[in-house]
Each structure stands twice: as structure tokens, then as C-alpha cells.
């Protein structure tokens, strides 16, 4: 099962979008049995860190919502992206002023 892109959450969303909230929360709760069913005793979590919370989401989620610092591991790849649409506003400009932190694993590190 993909569940980063997945089809029938897409299709969700498209409902959603245009006005179908019925038919979305219906394709919504197919994509979340079909994860339930397929993911039941499986490992789910696409963080590739070593922590005690991987794949404990409501306990990692919790603790990074506590903290407010930046966002689960799982979560940046979809950030980013979003942040890549807005920094082509500025031909990617910020790219000059951003120093990431020593923790993060830098692709030469890799």
C-alpha cells in the first residue's frame, strides 16, 4: 500500500475541493481501513531516525506540538515541497541565507 500520494486519499481531497464532502469522507475512511488492515502489524513509519517514539505517532506528534520547535521527520518531505512552490518566487534566493543545523544530515554525509 503507498500512503505518501496514495490514489483513493487523492481522489478524497478532489472530493473535498469541490464541494463533495460526503463522497470524500466516504474515500477517506477506505484509505484509513485499508491502512488499518494493511499496516496492522507492519512498520509505517517512513522516519529513517533512530527514536523510541518511530512509529508512535500520537506520542511523537504530541511531543513535537509541545515543543513547537520544527515539525516530525515524517512530515518534511511534505513541507518542503510546499516551501520549494514559494521559494521559486524568488528563484530560490533563500537557499543563500539558510544555514542548517549540524544535526541534520547533509546529503555528503549521507
Known amino acids: 500500500m503507498i500512503i505518501e500520494g496514495n490514489p483513493k486519499e487523492l481522489a478524497a481531497m478532489n472530493q473535498f475541493h469541490n464541494g463533495n464532502r460526503q463522497e470524500g469522507l466516504k474515500l477517506q475512511e477506505e484509505f484509513a481501513s485499508e491502512f488499518r488492515e494493511e499496516y496492522k502489524d507492519k512498520d509505517h513509519c517512513s522516519c529513517k ?3 523510541r ?3 508512535n505517532c500520537k506520542e511523537c506528534v504530541a511531543i513535537h506540538r509541545a515543543h513547537q520547535e520544527h ?3 515524517c512530515m518534511r518531505p511534505i513541507i518542503n515541497a510546499k516551501i520549494k512552490i514559494l521559494s521559486e518566487l524568488t528563484e530560490h534566493t533563500i537557499a543563500n541565507e539558510i544555514d542548517a543545523p ?3 544530515l547533509r546529503k555528503e554525509f549521507q
Open 49 to 51: 531516525k533512530a527514536c
Open 53 to 55: 517514539y518511530h512509529g
Open 71 to 73: 515539525v516530525p521527520n
Open 102 to 104: 549540524k544535526e541534520i
